[in-house]
């Protein structure tokens, strides 16, 4: 385990050309890179607008398509953890919000299929299907590394608390979510709901949006962060198109483990007892 290191998010702006998203991508892959980061995070459906109904023209199946083939190739070229942000990611007759993690050799680490499909009507005309086109994952991810273990989530997840306690009890220290808040729910929730998983669990957490276009159908909130275990933010981005970075401490989660032991506090022989009423 690496006692310290340096994380990165490139929260780039998505258009409807996936070959120009990837692009930008890279570059901004690159340009984490050479700033020192070791692990570096793109967004939610970065390589598509983020629009349900057109998921399935994007999806790219593994080990084909041209973003993976990019994701592999950056992350060994600048020998870097890479989590791919999402992607619609295709298998069989089923679509699927996925982030796939590489390593600096250029292997798949990991993958994550987001679990917790986004189907709302909110106030302001914000409507989502996401079950209309996607299909649900069903698995915690928790992926090992040299540096720690990472948990990875999607978006809509990160509102279930049991999950992201999940990946912290298998060991994940940082708990990465791309997510793609919109003008509704970002303002009422992103800082919140955010910090409120790291405080929780005692976790860095690094949530990654995609930067904000006014012009698109679904627009995204920004301010991506960088989040300590005590609920510091560390680093935040604007609502443009920008790289921000932070320093992960192991210590740092360590000391706040040891001075709030809440992790060992949980009364795990109560919780499973039904509530009389």
Aim: proline share 5%; aromatic share 8%.
């Amino acid at each position: 385990m690496v006692q310290n290191f340096k994380t990165a998010v490139c929260q780039m702006a998505v258009v409807e050309d996936k070959k120009k998203n990837l692009a930008t991508a890279r570059s901004m892959i690159t340009g984490a890179a050479d700033q020192g980061a070791k692990l570096v995070v793109l967004p939610e459906m970065f390589n598509c607008p983020y629009v349900a109904r057109q998921f399935p023209r994007y999806a790219e199946s593994y080990p084909g398509g041209e973003t993976f083939a990019m994701l592999s190739e950056t992350a060994a070229e600048e020998k870097i953890y890479l989590v791919g942000g999402s992607v619609p990611e295709r298998e069989g007759g089923s679509t699927f919000n996925s982030s796939f993690m590489f390593g600096p050799d250029g292997k798949l680490l990991g993958r994550h299929r987001k679990m917790h499909l986004f189907d709302v009507d909110l106030p302001g005309g914000v409507r989502v299907m996401e079950s209309s086109t996607l299909g649900a994952g069903g698995q915690p991810t928790v992926i090992k590394t040299q540096m720690c273990d990472i948990g990875v989530a999607v978006c809509y997840d990160v509102r279930f608390p049991e999950l992201i306690r999940l990946m912290a009890l298998g060991g994940a220290r940082v708990i990465v979510i791309p997510a793609a808040f919109n003008m509704t729910t970002g303002p009422a929730h992103w800082d919140m709901v955010y910090r409120c998983r790291a405080v929780d669990n005692q976790v860095y957490v690094i949530a990654a949006s995609p930067a904000r276009n006014t012009d698109a159908s679904y627009v995204s909130y920004g301010h991506s962060m960088i989040i300590d275990p005590w609920g510091d933010v560390i680093s935040r981005a604007g609502d443009g198109e920008e790289i921000i970075t932070g320093d992960i401490s192991q210590e740092r989660i360590d000391r706040v483990r040891r001075e709030l032991p809440l992790l060992e506090h949980r009364r795990t022989d109560l919780y499973g007892i039904a509530l009389k009423y």
